[in-house]
């Protein structure tokens, strides 16, 4: 039995082929699409939407499919309609308020068959803009601040968005400290963005401080295709989004508030909320299609037509107060915890991987974290963590060839005692792999899987 956040929500049915639009625009993670060809399809069917869109009930077509590759499990095909589409780009227009009156461009940094870069292309549709494609998205070069920096000199609005994964503005700031040539462009090109959106994987504390000293409107964005993109930003939710959470059984351990355990805080009005994430709005996918069993797992109807979206995600919803308001009006900010595959149990106690990545990127010489469970005979799970440093962190003679094995070792054995401290002893690592960067998927995140088969091997090996 599923708890859901209203009585009587039903599982949805899902969508079928015969419901795609005739022009519907359909990406596969594992196949490269053509931004061109995206481009004029969504000119016609948003079009097509914003001439009729009083008109259109719920049988609207799809218009936008995004597919998994199915390298790890059955492939998703979520169905997303103009509508839903629509919904997410005028969320994100509402909640930035800086150059109101200029039109929204997008300058596309991410592939086309990821759901942050078909959304770069629905958005400038929506918003009546022709986007900014850099050459990294259509040629075989790689995203660097060059490409950037070229790519932004085309931009004419003085409101204007990019959609990054963190990995992105990491090279972006590095390479903006270690090039004085190059940095102050780079700051500059930064700064003229209306928002930064950075999603596809967590960004560290250290990359959002970094960011807010240069002064830039970065939010990191909550979010996935079956909600057309974030629709949290930087743990606000998004207007015309809802958000609720249900406790379940087999959740991490609730992260320190404030220095405080989440039940040793005080009382609050609107207390303390942690449970499976459950989203709401007109934004919502309408399931998989042709998949009637995962769709009924993730998808629901209450009886009036509102529809919620169940996610693999644990969160932790806690009222802040609104500016310039009193104390009793607060509103909430979501904290994602982790997902439900990521809780780990080791020796038979239960540790979220997300926090273990949490507190190796709180260190200054780590720029990002991954961290995965390996199955072992003594511990059932074994914690493992891969992580990347930041360019001051190596040594001055291994800066070519990483660090010395002494090093190596010695942060090692700092970053697991950090973890002990921290969380406890079990969710120290017991294999700490310092790589030089993570292999990345064809959308520009980490590759979780080839970064699981290295730490595999290191573990065997040590």
């Known amino acids: 039995m599923i708890n859901t956040p209203v009585p009587g929500l039903a599982p949805s049915p899902a969508p079928q082929e015969a419901a795609l639009h005739p022009q519907a625009v359909q990406v596969r993670a594992d196949?490269?699409?053509?931004?061109?060809?995206?481009?004029?399809?969504?000119?016609?069917?948003?079009?097509?939407?914003?001439?009729?869109?009083e008109n259109i009930g719920v049988t609207e077509?799809?218009?936008?499919?995004?597919?998994?590759s199915g390298s790890t499990g059955t492939p998703k095909r979520t169905a997303l309609t103009a509508r839903a589409l629509a919904a997410s780009a005028a969320a994100t227009e509402n909640f930035f308020e800086a150059n109101a009156n200029a039109a929204s461009q997008w300058l596309m940094a991410l592939p086309a068959h990821y759901i942050a870069g078909a959304q770069v292309l629905a958005r400038s549709v929506l918003a009546?803009?022709?986007?900014?494609?850099?050459?990294?998205v259509t040629e075989p070069v790689h995203f660097t601040p060059e490409v950037f920096l070229q790519a932004v000199e085309q931009m004419s609005s003085a409101r204007r968005f990019i959609s990054l994964v963190p990995t992105q503005l990491h090279k972006l700031l590095e390479s903006a400290d270690t090039d004085p040539r190059l940095g102050a462009e780079i700051h500059e090109a930064l700064g003229s963005f209306t928002g930064i959106l950075l999603g596809g994987a967590p960004a560290s504390a250290d990359l959002l401080a970094a960011a807010s000293a240069l002064g830039l409107n970065t939010v990191t964005t909550y979010g996935s295709a079956e909600t057309a993109g974030g629709c949290v930003y930087s743990g606000s939710v998004l207007p015309g989004v809802r958000v609720e959470l249900m406790p379940e059984e087999g959740m991490p351990a609730?992260?320190?508030?404030?220095?405080?355990?989440?039940h040793e805080?005080?009382?609050?009005?609107?207390?303390?909320q942690v449970g499976r994430i459950w989203i709401s709005g007109a934004h919502l996918a309408n399931g998989y299609i042709g998949d009637a069993a995962r769709t009924a797992?993730?998808?629901?109807?209450?009886?009036?037509g509102t529809r919620w979206y169940r996610t693999d995600d644990y969160g932790l919803l806690t009222p802040v107060a609104a500016p310039d308001s009193n104390e009793n009006c607060s509103e909430p900010h979501l904290q994602v915890l982790g997902r439900s595959d990521d809780v780990l149990i080791s020796g038979g106690v239960k540790i979220s991987a997300r926090a273990v990545a949490t507190v190796l990127?709180?260190?200054?010489?780590?720029r990002e974290a991954c961290v995965v469970g390996l199955p072992d005979a003594r511990w059932g799970t074994a914690i493992a963590a891969a992580v990347t440093l930041v360019p001051s962190a190596l040594a001055p003679s291994a800066a070519g060839n990483g660090m010395s094995s002494a090093l190596n070792e010695e942060l090692s054995a700092l970053l697991r005692?950090?973890?002990?401290?921290?969380?406890?002893?079990?969710?120290?690592?017991?294999?700490?792999?310092?790589?030089?960067?993570?292999?990345l998927t064809s959308t520009g995140k980490p590759d979780r899987a080839e970064i699981y088969s290295i730490l595999d091997r290191d573990y065997r090996q040590g």
Do not use: W
Request: glycine share 8%.
């Open 297 to 304: 797992e993730h998808f629901f109807t209450a009886a009036d």
């Open 31 to 53: 196949q490269p699409a053509d931004p061109h060809a995206m481009l004029s399809a969504f000119e016609q069917l948003l079009g097509d939407y914003a001439a009729g869109a």
């Open 128 to 136: 009546g803009t022709s986007p900014v494609i850099a050459r990294s």
């Open 61 to 68: 077509p799809i218009a936008l499919v995004v597919g998994t």
């Open 417 to 439: 005692a950090r973890c002990a401290e921290k969380l406890g002893a079990p969710a120290a690592p017991k294999q700490l792999s310092i790589l030089p960067d993570f292999p």
């Open 265 to 272: 805080e005080p009382a609050h009005e609107d207390p303390v």
């Open 254 to 262: 609730v992260p320190n508030i404030g220095g405080k355990p989440a």
């Open 361 to 366: 990127e709180e260190h200054p010489a780590v």
